[in-house]
């Protein structure tokens, strides 16, 4: 069949213009259906990158097609972030309401199909693990077209998006010592750790910057280690141990020594995105298997502990339990809480018992943003939790709020949240002169003072609890 052709009222990002079907003519088109909470999409978004590279200077465009799952991912604004913070240089259509996704019958996220230089459809397939079929395709049709005579010259580029320069660049996740003393940062995207000392709650001084900056998996001394995208961290006295998430590695930082290595390197990580350290073993949540790993460091055994990776929300015995993306982790007494962010769950696993509970969340298309009971209260992608005192503070990621969830009442409360109905801003409005969050990442809790990673922010905060006052951490 003919390509269908793309609404003429679509918002585009990284496009030079509105991209018509016409404007395609003589190119080889790779459309790639994604939302940017989806970690198979993450996934794929390496190959993009080389097949856009294979192919450079060639008749050949990739777009993205943004077809949103949640609610929050339908905000422009928000798109262009994930747009920069995933370091995408294609267009991307913004398909908010599936408009495109129904033309083309796509099911499922990521979905990929192949346009010839004609205008027609010519191959069709969902899922990860297609890099060498697509490169194979889109070399035939090169071809073909060339052979018949139908091929253009390359589109004209935009500038691709970027995250504006500063300190940080889509902080990711943060921990800080038993002391009080010590602030790690990751520092996603220039692939470094941020190693601070908290001269006072709201001026972090960096002494440590671990890595090189550039994209690599490199082990060594501070200055010459490499990350991917770093994510989850935990102190473990003079050890800093870190998700590699993007090299799909766990990396352990020697403070004393100031070297990092890699632990487990014989086995097949999937997407580690937050990490939690016990009497010698670590817990590590595999976003991309949809379950909870063990790794005992005396050892070097590392295992599947909670999850058989279907994803999907299912209570009961750890090994049997499902989970959906988990991002988030936090021990406190015999108690594993995690954020399963793609079911909008808060949840824990009992260490003794071995059971998974579910406290807040009931399904993978269930969210919305609701105070109250556990039963009634709603999340949206959360991604961070940290337990302590019979509250378990959680980074509510697509609803740019931090939520405090008191064990003992089984309720939810909003600490800090955007104003969606404010829609005026009076001069001396106290309320207006704060930065809303936006996409929260993380939370630590250090006296009575909560740190925050503010991710779309490019900041970390700080929430005084028994003032309310949120201010913003001065890191240099």
């Given at each position: 069949m003919r390509a269908p052709e793309f609404p003429s009222s679509a918002v585009w990002i990284n496009a030079v213009k509105p991209l018509r079907l016409a404007d395609l003519k003589g190119q080889v088109v790779l459309l790639d259906f994604w939302t940017y909470c989806c970690i198979n999409c993450i996934h794929v978004m390496p190959d993009l990158k080389y097949l856009e590279h294979k192919f450079a200077g060639r008749p050949v465009v990739v777009?993205?097609?943004?077809?949103?799952?949640?609610?929050?991912?339908?905000?422009?604004?928000?798109?262009?972030?994930?747009?920069?913070?995933?370091?995408?240089?294609?267009?991307?259509?913004?398909?908010n309401e599936h408009i495109v996704w129904n033309a083309y019958g796509v099911r499922a996220w990521p979905t990929f199909v192949l346009i010839d230089a004609e205008g027609v459809i010519r191959a069709q397939g969902s899922g990860e693990g297609l890099r060498d079929a697509l490169e194979k395709q889109i070399g035939d049709l090169l071809a073909e077209g060339e052979k018949k005579g139908f091929l253009g010259s390359p589109l004209p580029t935009a500038a691709p998006r970027r995250a504006p320069a500063g300190t940080l660049s889509f902080p990711g996740k943060i921990a800080i010592d038993p002391g009080g003393k010590r602030l790690?940062?990751?520092?996603?995207?220039?692939?470094?750790i941020l190693l601070c000392v908290l001269e006072t709650p709201e001026h972090a001084k960096i002494v440590e910057a671990i890595g090189t900056g550039s994209v690599g998996a490199a082990d060594g001394g501070f200055s010459a280690a490499q990350f991917n995208h770093p994510q989850g961290l935990c102190f473990a006295g003079e050890k800093l141990y870190v998700c590699d998430t993007e090299n799909h590695l766990l990396r352990e930082v020697d403070l004393a020594e100031k070297t990092v290595t890699t632990l487990a390197a014989g086995a097949t990580l999937n997407s580690p995105w937050d990490v939690a350290w016990r009497d010698g073993e670590l817990y590590v949540a595999m976003a991309g298997s949809h379950q909870i790993w063990r790794l005992d460091l005396a050892?070097?055994?590392?295992?599947?502990?909670?999850?058989?990776?279907?994803?999907?929300?299912?209570?009961?015995?750890?090994?049997?339990?499902?989970?959906?993306?988990?991002?988030?982790?936090?021990?406190?007494?015999?108690?594993?809480?995690?954020a399963d962010s793609e079911v909008s769950a808060l949840r824990v696993c009992h260490l003794k018992s071995g059971e998974v509970e579910t406290l807040v969340g009931t399904g993978l298309f269930d969210f919305g943003f609701r105070d109250g009971a556990f039963d009634a209260a709603l999340l949206q992608h959360c991604l961070g939790v940290c337990a302590a005192d019979g509250k378990v503070y959680v980074a509510d990621a697509y609803n740019h709020a931090v939520r405090e969830a008191d064990l003992a009442a089984r309720t939810v409360k909003t600490l800090v949240g955007r104003m969606k109905?404010?829609?005026?801003?009076?001069?001396?409005?106290?309320?207006?002169?704060?930065l809303p969050l936006s996409e929260p990442n993380d939370v630590e809790l250090v006296g009575r003072k909560l740190y925050i990673a503010d991710t779309n922010n490019h900041l970390i905060r700080v929430l005084d609890l028994p003032t309310m006052a949120l201010k913003d951490v001065k890191v240099e």
């Open positions: 777009i993205g097609v943004h077809s949103a799952k949640f609610e929050n991912e339908q905000e422009v604004g928000n798109i262009e972030s994930a747009v920069a913070r995933y370091e995408i240089e294609h267009p991307v259509l913004v398909d790690a940062i990751a520092d996603s995207n220039h692939n470094r050892s070097g055994r590392i295992e599947p502990w909670a999850g058989n990776g279907r994803e999907n929300i299912v209570d009961g015995d750890r090994r049997n339990a499902e989970l959906a993306q988990p991002s988030g982790l936090s021990l406190f007494g015999d108690e594993l809480y995690f109905d404010k829609k005026v801003c009076m001069i001396g409005d106290a309320a207006c002169e704060l």
